[in-house]
């Protein structure tokens, strides 16, 4: 009866296979589960055991470790895991990262989404398999189960077949890749060749021990045989009887289980050989993989000694070109320097011309000296001429002046003469009339004062009063309005006197 064949593991998702691939790194944050690892500090943990120089402590630092359930802070220091990987991979790997393998860092934080966060464990792991101690995780990898060694393989080769360099890639790196690629395969058909055998070696295992059992209790058998063959040696000489016959059947038997024991174990051994040699093989691919990333490192090395040559090399055609340019300057030159003996020549003329013009400088700068106390003393002169000439317009307005007053006092005297005369006649006339009106108020002086008399007697006191008092302000507002006229017409005067000085200076300033 055949053994029962071992059941195959069932396969893992690909988020949960890189979380057991992270529980190697050995993390201070705990990475059981999804919601453990959206806050991003266990994968910056990681970062920074991967390459220390490059996810150094300042890094480090900036990932806030208090997270909560604050999904903002989550995002930001997703945000700057995602940042910093892409950043090792374009500045350090010299590669540039498929959109198709950027996760939406939104699905992790809100939805805790496992395919997402695969993606980004995924290019930490890219991180991992590509920097300095690489072989140092390609070990912890290879101590996995079968299971999760399947599925961060075909994870890396996902990545390596999606990456896109940056630069372009000359044949050298494609046939690197190629070669690279051709040993994943390889190593990964190995592995299969491997986990094969081991299931097959197990299986001649099981068949052997069963083989052994057989062999133990066909031992048991045998002498139990042996013990009943001591005990009928006499019917063992004849071959016809049945015991005869049973020994004999059982003898060959057991030379035939020996010689398939003895198969078996051959194959056993011939399966070791080649699980050995299978094993050299994969040592020995392990190391070529590590010659061809070197000889990757190299390339890029060279890359960068070619793009240094380049730019020497321009340099240098740029330096031709100068030196062609400086031959060419050169061939001119004698044509320059018959030019700079004749400029030089004119250069002494000129020279000697400016040594006169500097004399004549000098006598010109005397004469100019000598111009400007002229143009100071002609400038004194018609300010002395404006102010004499001011002055004597100022005399002449106030002479015209005089004259006018001389000619209005003039006028006035004439008026009172005129004024006087016609008084003087009057003055006759009315002594002449005054001489007879003595006359004829003597006659009637006894009749009007009685009739006066009576008229006062017959007006009342009240009446007579405001009659005195109105007599008495109409004298005063005489007195008064004559005081007025005098004063305004002397005002009217003064102010058209100095309307005239201010015409006056005016038409001077003018002129």
């Known amino acids: 009866m055949e053994d029962p064949q071992p059941l195959p593991q069932p396969k893992l998702p690909l988020c949960d296979s890189l979380i057991i691939w992270l529980q190697t790194f050995k993390t201070a944050s705990p990475c059981q589960d999804v ?6 500090v266990t994968m910056a943990q990681v970062l920074h055991q991967i ?91 290879m101590t996995l189960e079968e299971s999760v060694q399947h599925v961060v393989m075909t994870a890396i080769q996902e990545l390596m077949s999606k990456e896109i360099v940056s630069s372009p890639a000359s044949d050298t790196i494609g046939e690197l890749e190629q070669q690279l690629k051709r040993a994943l395969e390889e190593l990964q058909e190995a592995t299969a060749e491997k986990e094969e055998l081991k299931q097959r070696c197990q299986e001649l295992d099981m068949q052997v021990t069963a083989l052994q059992d057989e062999k133990n209790s066909l ?62 093989q994969l040592i020995e691919f392990q ?14 090395a060279l890359k960068d000694e070619i793009d240094v040559l380049r730019a020497t090399s321009d340099k240098a055609n740029k330096l031709e070109s100068t030196v062609e340019v400086y031959r060419q300057k050169l061939q001119d030159l004698n044509d320059l320097r ?14 000697h011309n400016t040594v006169s013009l500097e004399e004549e400088l000098k006598k ?12 100071r003393q002609v400038q004194d002169l018609h300010a002395k001429l404006s102010s004499e000439s001011k002055r004597a317009d100022t005399l002449a307005f106030e002479m015209k002046r005089l004259e006018e007053k001389h000619e209005a006092l003039l006028k006035e005297k004439e008026r009172l003469i005129e004024q006087r005369d016609t008084l003087k006649e009057t003055n006759e006339e009315l002594r002449c009339s005054q001489a007879q009106q003595d006359h004829l108020n003597q006659a009637d002086a006894s009749a009007t004062k009685s009739y006066e008399n009576l008229a006062a ?8 009063e405001v009659f005195i008092r109105l007599q008495h302000e109409n004298k005063m507002l005489r007195l008064q309005q004559e005081g007025t006229e005098n004063e305004r017409i002397e005002q009217l005067q003064e102010q058209l006197e100095q309307k005239h000085r201010k015409m006056n200076e005016l038409e001077t300033e003018q002129r």
């Open 219 to 280: 031992v048991s058998e045998n002498e139990m045989m042996n013990e009943k063959l001591d005990q009928l040696d006499g019917s063992f000489d004849d071959p016809n009887t049945m015991v005869a016959k049973k020994y004999f059947h059982a003898q060959l038997q057991l030379e035939q289980l020996q010689e398939e024991n003895y198969r078996l174990e051959a194959a056993k051994d011939d399966y070791r050989v080649h699980c050995e040699e299978l094993e050299k």
């Open 35 to 40: 919601k453990q690892l959206t806050n991003g």
């Open 338 to 351: 018959k030019q700079v003996k004749s400029l030089q020549e004119t250069n002494m003329m000129y020279m």
């Open 287 to 300: 190391h070529r993989n590590d010659e061809l990333t070197s000889l990757a490192e190299e390339t890029r």
């Open 364 to 375: 010109a700068n005397a004469a100019r000296a000598q111009l400007e106390t002229y143009k």
């Open 51 to 141: 390459d220390v120089a490059w996810f150094n402590e300042s890094w480090l630092s900036r990932i806030k470790d208090d997270v909560g359930d604050n999904w903002r802070i989550k995002a930001s220091n997703l945000k700057k895991v995602l940042h910093g990987i892409t950043s090792y991979y374009r500045e350090f790997l010299g590669q540039q990262i498929s959109e198709e393998l950027i996760p939406d860092l939104n699905q992790i934080t809100e939805c805790s989404d496992p395919v997402e966060l695969g993606r980004l464990l995924q290019l930490i792991l890219g991180c991992a398999v590509n920097c300095e101690r690489k072989q140092e995780h390609i070990k912890n990898i």
């Open 457 to 464: 007697e017959i007006m009342p006191v009240e009446y007579r």
